[in-house]
């Protein structure tokens, strides 16, 4: 892809994504539409999604930021519901919507069919997480969507290659097929284990240079990748393990590392999210330019077949799944919450398929082993396109008004406040016991007022959580802790405005400034997180 028009695709689609956080609309789906509009503007050049960069240059480090951002705790506390979904569920759609299309379809192939299967069975739950966020979703519905996501790549990039090797020619037998998939599964999850603790160990070792750490950070993802790739087996599974132990550890990196990365990471996210679903609507050219020998009136209505197919199967899966295990099992009737029909019934929906479907759909190889082609690669480029869009379509669009139709229960924020406070509360006392411990050593001797400054501030954190839980402000609606956050900005604002003005009066130089500003960024940062919290 030329400079030129990659810039274009990156302004562009971070343009759109940006508009999308002052609408109602998903960031996916808003980025979808504005593709497939820009596809049919003269002068737009044609976007092709090479599977090669996508897999492993765009999955990696999607996979990591998602990881780091899950909770190591909370999918193993979900961990069965987790792999029905992220292994068990990709299997069986494989399946389903494999033979639903070779009944469907005339003349093709159970192979060729099994390969859509594989290409549109994992959703991505990209746009279902962020849906569930912010409506407040209870943390194990969101958990499970996350958590599905992380792993779904792995069960279906392996089935797909496959099914794709049996397509093609390649003498793989289901035997063979079964030990591959075991073999990559097993491997990635090995080349995880093997690499996340050396890694953690350099990140350690490196804590006085924050941009070396997060230099590593940025090459992890693609470490971790390529090495299990090499080895034939799960590169999406060798990321997710290691940036879950990364995530679960990163306490013991030093703070300029971790408020630096968190950054690196978003932005990292931000871009490639954007693009990738810019992309996904910019493919429709190049798909439709290769169905000459279907009509669109028949491709339309295979197209809709794939789509029930796709949203029926979920749901055939998702209540059986959450269900017969509480059935068959006393001990998980004991030891996980119970749950009404509506939570299925939201996992259900919030199977939107995204850019993984369509970059592994675009890998399909063009011949077979002997001579021609491979059967209906275009239709099944079409259809893999017209599920990706529907889902998001469809079920984006209508995933927050079924939440809120089915009143699910949401977070219950008065205990989590209170919860939070109770840790602080625990923390500060610790931290009154440490600095009562230093004093007493003449090496740490401090000013009075000094020392009291030390015991405000730790006070300051210990009372900022208990009154978020006081009344709200009668005028603004704010709390007492929101209102004292939202002064102190103003405050650092004013210094900031002076020094600016010190500087451009030659009182005080360049380098100067960048110091005082450093430190009122950083104060405003603890300010506004903790305010956001």
């Known amino acids: 892809m030329a400079v030129m028009p990659l810039f274009l695709l990156v302004a562009g689609s971070a343009a759109v994504a940006g508009l999308a956080r002052r609408t109602p609309v998903p960031a996916p789906l808003l980025l979808v539409t504005a593709g497939l509009v820009a596809s049919y503007i003269p002068g737009v050049p044609d976007y092709t999604l090479d599977?090669?960069?996508?897999?492993?240059?765009?999955?990696?480090?999607?996979?990591?930021?998602?990881?780091?951002?899950?909770?190591?705790?909370?999918?193993?506390?979900?961990?069965?519901?987790?792999?029905?979904?992220?292994v068990g569920y990709v299997l069986f759609a494989t399946f389903v919507v494999g033979y639903a299309a070779y009944l469907v379809i005339p003349g093709l192939p159970l192979t060729a069919a099994l390969v859509l299967g594989a290409v549109v069975a994992p959703p991505d739950a990209v746009a279902a997480t962020a849906i569930a966020r912010k409506l407040g979703l209870p943390h194990r519905i969101t958990t499970i969507l996350q958590g599905e996501s992380l792993f779904n790549d792995a069960t279906a990039i392996t089935a797909y290659k496959v099914l794709v090797?049996?397509?093609?020619?390649?003498?793989?037998?289901?035997?063979?097929?079964?030990k591959q998939f075991a073999v990559a599964s097993v491997g990635g999850i090995g080349v995880g284990l093997v690499l996340m603790v050396p890694l953690h160990w350099l990140r350690v070792r490196l804590r006085e240079s924050a941009l070396l750490e997060n230099t590593l950070s940025l090459l992890i993802p693609f470490v971790a990748y390529a090495a299990a790739e090499q080895l034939h087996a799960s590169g999406v599974l060798a990321v997710v393990v290691v940036a879950l132990y990364l995530g679960h550890r990163s306490w013991q990196v030093d703070f300029e590392t971790r408020l630096q990365e968190d950054a690196v990471w978003k932005m990292v996210s931000f871009i490639l999210?954007?693009?990738?679903?810019?992309?996904?609507?910019?493919?429709?050219?190049?798909v439709v330019r290769g169905l000459e020998e279907f009509g669109a009136a028949q491709a339309l209505w295979y197209a809709a077949v794939m789509f029930v197919v796709v949203v029926l199967s979920r749901f055939v899966w998702v209540f059986p799944a959450t269900y017969l295990p509480r059935v068959l099992s006393a001990r998980i009737r004991t030891r996980e919450p119970d749950t009404n029909w509506t939570a299925p019934v939201i996992v259900g929906w919030a199977g939107m398929r995204g850019v993984v479907s369509l970059a592994i759909a675009f890998s399909i190889p063009s011949a077979l082993h002997?001579?021609?082609s491979f059967p209906a690669r275009n239709l099944v480029l079409f259809l893999t396109f017209t599920t990706v869009i529907a889902t998001l379509v469809i079920q984006g669009l209508t995933l927050p008004a079924l939440i809120r139709a089915l009143k699910l229960p949401g977070r219950d924020?008065?205990?989590?406040?209170?919860?939070?406070?109770?840790?602080?509360?625990?923390?500060?006392?610790?931290?009154?016991?440490?600095?009562?411990?230093?004093?007493?050593?003449?090496?740490?001797?401090?000013?009075?007022?000094?020392?009291?400054?030390?015991?405000?501030?730790?006070?300051?954190?210990?009372?900022?959580?208990w009154e978020r839980l006081g009344a709200p402000n009668e005028i603004t609606g704010e709390s007492a802790d929101e209102t004292y956050r939202r002064l102190a900005r103003e405050m650092i604002d004013a210094e900031r405005r002076v020094f600016v003005q010190l500087r451009d009066a030659r009182r005080i130089d360049d380098e100067m400034l960048r110091t005082l500003l450093r430190r009122l960024d950083l104060e405003e940062a603890t300010a506004y997180r903790e305010s956001a919290a």
Request: charged fraction near 20%; charge should be negative.
């Open 51 to 86: 599977p090669h960069i996508v897999l492993p240059l765009v999955l990696p480090p999607l996979l990591h930021t998602a990881a780091l951002d899950s909770s190591y705790l909370g999918l193993r506390a979900n961990l069965r519901p987790v792999a029905l979904l992220s």
């Open 273 to 286: 999210e954007s693009a990738v679903f810019a992309l996904i609507g910019l493919q429709l050219p190049v």
């Open 413 to 465: 924020t008065q205990a989590e406040t209170l919860a939070e406070a109770q840790a602080q509360n625990e923390a500060s006392r610790a931290a009154e016991e440490r600095l009562d411990a230093l004093l007493q050593d003449p090496r740490n001797a401090l000013p009075g007022p000094l020392v009291d400054r030390l015991r405000s501030v730790m006070e300051r954190r210990r009372n900022s959580v």
């Open 165 to 178: 090797a049996a397509a093609i020619g390649a003498g793989v037998t289901w035997g063979d097929g079964v």
């Open 370 to 372: 002997g001579d021609g």
